[in-house]
């Protein structure tokens, strides 16, 4: 078993992160997982919360608000919607995301709002983990 695994972390606005890890611990839509090398191939959609990578270099933490993890053998490739630094992160970015949030809660009806209720609370709790 190898000890460690290629990871990458991008958004449509930059990429984060890219290196060797030991783990990486993504906020998935159906649970949170933790990909280690050798994982089993896996593509998971994300939820808001804290991706966490571990490496030789320590702990890197990255907030994402949704998009997609795929994780193979090899490594973990992440595709934010959006994604920072968790030092990046400030009461004015969140009071914006979940401003947008509420709109969307508002507009859609059905289906679409009960995913977006859940997009709504899944970032307040968020907000909550990070204290900002």
């Given at each position: 078993?190898?000890?460690?695994?290629?990871?990458?972390?991008?958004?449509?606005?930059?990429?984060?992160?890219?290196?060797?890890?030991?783990?990486?611990?993504?906020?998935?839509?159906?649970?949170?997982?933790?990909?280690m090398?050798?994982?089993?191939?896996?593509?998971?959609?994300?939820?808001?919360?804290?991706?966490?990578?571990?490496?030789?270099?320590?702990?890197?933490?990255?907030?994402?608000?949704?998009?997609?993890?795929?994780?193979?053998a090899a490594?973990a490739?992440?595709?934010?919607?959006?994604?920072?630094?968790?030092?990046?992160?400030?009461a004015?970015?969140?009071?914006?995301?979940?401003?947008?949030?509420e709109?969307?809660?508002?507009?859609?009806a059905?289906?679409?709002?009960?995913?977006?209720?859940?997009?709504?609370?899944?970032?307040?709790?968020?907000?909550?983990?990070?204290?900002?």
């Amino acid at each position: 078993m190898a000890d460690t695994m290629q990871y990458d972390v991008v958004s449509p606005e930059r990429s984060l992160a890219s290196g060797q890890a030991s783990e990486v611990r993504i906020p998935g839509s159906e649970g949170d997982m933790t990909a280690m090398p050798d994982h089993a191939p896996v593509i998971t959609t994300l939820r808001p919360g804290i991706l966490t990578v571990v490496g030789a270099d320590g702990t890197s933490e990255f907030v994402v608000t949704g998009g997609f993890a795929e994780v193979t053998a090899a490594g973990a490739s992440i595709l934010a919607e959006m994604a920072m630094p968790k030092s990046e992160v400030t009461a004015e970015v969140f009071g914006s995301l979940i401003e947008e949030a509420e709109s969307a809660v508002q507009a859609t009806a059905n289906a679409a709002n009960d995913l977006a209720v859940k997009y709504l609370a899944d970032l307040q709790t968020l907000r909550g983990e990070l204290g900002v």
